[in-house]
């Protein structure tokens, strides 16, 4: 059974860094994609990055492009996400998806996401 722990969430002022860890296991097939998504009070859900873990391909929605990396270490089993100049409209709760087995590019599409972790804070002050 997939198991994803987020964790690093916090408060920022506007400007600042965050980097979020999304500690991934169970997988049983090598060909599994994980994604960052994130909802604000009263907003759909949104997808913010996704990466293929077998090749490194990703994919970032476009209101975090140049802003945002998400990045894999397969060694520890760990997916980040780093946030550079953080603004209030990225408050949300954050969380970490994966789809096992995905033999698809780098996709931001909810639905396609069977596991889900239990989502970390993030709160970006003016």
């Known amino acids: 059974e997939v198991h994803l722990v987020e964790s690093g969430g916090g408060l920022v002022r506007a400007g600042g860094s965050l980097t979020l860890s999304c500690a991934a296991s169970?997988?049983?097939?090598?060909?599994?994609?994980i994604a960052w998504f994130r909802q604000a009070p009263g907003k759909e859900r949104e997808g913010i990055s996704c990466?293929?873990?077998?090749?490194?391909?990703?994919n970032y929605g476009d209101s975090v492009k140049g802003r945002f990396t998400i990045s894999s270490d397969n060694a520890k089993k760990a997916v980040y996400l780093q946030m550079n100049s953080l603004k209030p409209e990225d408050t949300a709760v954050y969380y970490c998806?994966?789809?096992?087995?995905?033999?698809?590019?780098?996709?931001?599409?909810?639905?396609?996401?069977?596991?889900w972790g239990q989502g970390t804070q993030v709160t970006v002050s003016s």
């Open positions: 990466i293929i873990r077998r090749d490194g391909r990703t």
């Open positions: 998806a994966a789809v096992s087995p995905w033999f698809g590019g780098p996709t931001l599409e909810p639905s396609v996401f069977g596991f």
């Open positions: 169970g997988f049983t097939f090598d060909d599994h994609a």
